[in-house]
């Protein structure tokens, strides 16, 4: 991809995160999910921590809280206010950056600990991002991430959402291939050791019925909000991709619109 393309993209994928409200879906619907990371991680006082795609902070906030010093850095900075209004109230600091998750501002091994929650996953080109990980962690430091898995809810979703959405960019990787396995060892090698790999489920209990999960994330979650800006002028693709998402939520539904999200926990430490 040249320069000029590749300005557009993130341009782009800045926007689109824009849309919607992230912060609303980081603290309605998946609320613990940056603590879970923080614990596994076992982040805490003393520590110099960056959280990549940090969003509204949904990991970088809980890290410090734990008496972390805490980098939160995020291609879009649109998120950072809201992040910024959730710590004030929690009565934490933290610094707030835009960085672009595969060209990181950071010098080499400059942090004890690199995290991603559902957030470095959404960088297209999967193996940079990956690199930039692992170079600005310290040797003996942690990488810990949080990836929606393929065969997950939201993994689900995004396939769910791909036949109304414009085609990716040459070279792009889907999302959810960060929630697999063999891909993620792919991406990090033998540059890391202790390299754990679990899959869980964040338990999702905010919405009523399936039809109030399709509304909430046509409003509030930046790539859906996308795909429907892109067929807004053809009611018919609407009315498909409503129901395509409302009978997912129905299929996972577990009753009472409790739902089960997998998601791939990963922690690693930065080999010499």
Not at 215 to 244: C, M, N
């Amino acid at each position: 991809m040249t320069e000029s393309g590749s300005t557009d993209l993130k341009k782009r994928h800045r926007a689109m995160w824009a849309l919607g409200d992230y912060s609303a879906v980081a603290t309605e619907v998946i609320p613990g999910l940056g603590r879970r990371l923080v614990e596994a991680c076992r982040i805490g006082p003393g520590q110099r921590v960056l959280d990549v795609a940090a969003g509204s902070g949904n990991a970088a906030i809980p890290a410090a809280e734990s008496g972390a010093n805490v980098v939160a850095s995020d291609l879009t900075p649109e998120l950072f206010e809201a992040g910024r209004r959730i710590a004030a109230a929690k009565g934490v600091d933290l610094h707030w950056q835009e960085a672009d998750a595969e060209a990181l501002p950071y010098a080499d091994a400059e942090f004890d600990a690199v995290i991603s929650c559902v957030g470095v996953m959404f960088a297209p080109f999967h193996q940079a991002a990956a690199d930039e990980l692992v170079r600005v962690t310290k040797p003996g430091g942690t990488i810990g991430l949080i990836s929606w898995t393929p065969t997950g809810f939201i993994g689900q979703m995004f396939a769910a959402m791909k036949p109304f959405a414009p085609p990716p960019p040459p070279g792009a990787q889907p999302p959810p291939l960060w929630g697999d396995e063999t891909h993620v060892r792919s991406l990090l090698g033998d540059r890391v050791a202790d390299l754990e790999l679990r899959r869980e489920n964040a338990v999702i209990d905010r919405f009523a019925d399936a039809a109030e999960f399709r509304d909430f994330f046509k409003t509030y979650y930046g790539p859906t909000v996308a795909v429907y800006k892109s067929i807004a002028g053809e009611p018919d693709k609407i009315t498909q991709l409503d129901g395509a998402l409302a009978d997912l939520a129905a299929r996972h539904d577990m009753g009472n619109g409790r739902m089960e999200w997998e998601y791939l926990l990963v922690t690693a430490r930065r080999s010499a």
